[in-house]
């Protein structure tokens, strides 16, 4: 599908009138995301590498961005934008303190973290539908996009936060129906 003039903008909009303190820095300029890289790597004995460089994360009302953020394609960026959406209305919804418990404890840290999976399935959910919207339902149904998310949950990527592959799948195609 071809760009629609204007999607990004028409986002950020909206985006700034749900959260008007919103704002995009770049993880180049973040002290805080360098810490963070540092720690993944540490957890992850090296595996979650690409934080600073592959990575958009939310924290408060910031998105922070790897390098190429101002390169993407416009649709691209308005995908990042629904799926981080998600977690600033989770943060308001949970507190600060709350989101931040829920992602980093509920069961571990690593390995099996229930809450960090829960949060970020309700995420993935809007990526797939912004996908099926913005790229048409064959992308959303495409398999590079069911193995990239997939991996997201099973892989060091995210602390291997939810490590049952088949469960992920299955929740992958009941959101896939739900596009229907």
């Not at 690593?110 to 970020?120: D, F, I, P, S, T």
């Not at 912004?130 to 069911?146: D, I, V």
């Amino acid at each position: 599908m071809s760009s629609k003039p204007g999607a990004l903008q028409r986002m950020l909009d909206e985006i700034l009138e749900e959260f008007p303190r919103f704002r995009i820095v770049p993880k180049a300029q973040s002290p805080l995301s360098k810490v963070l890289d540092v720690g993944l790597k540490i957890v992850t004995l090296g595996l979650q590498s690409r934080f600073l460089t592959s990575y958009h994360t939310v924290i408060g009302d910031t998105l922070y961005v790897p390098p190429g953020w101002d390169e993407t394609a416009e649709l691209d960026r308005v995908l990042t934008l629904r799926h981080e959406r998600i977690h600033l209305r989770q943060r308001r919804r949970y507190g600060t303190l709350g989101m931040a418990l829920l992602y980093l404890l509920p069961f571990f840290p690593l390995g099996l973290a229930y809450g960090r999976a829960r949060l970020e399935w309700e995420a993935y959910r809007e990526t797939i539908r912004a996908t099926a919207e913005l790229y048409g339902l064959g992308e959303a149904r495409s398999p590079r996009l069911r193995r990239r998310i997939v991996e997201q949950f099973t892989s060091a990527a995210y602390g291997w936060m939810w490590p049952f592959r088949r469960s992920v799948e299955s929740w992958y195609d009941e959101a896939l129906r739900e596009l229907k």
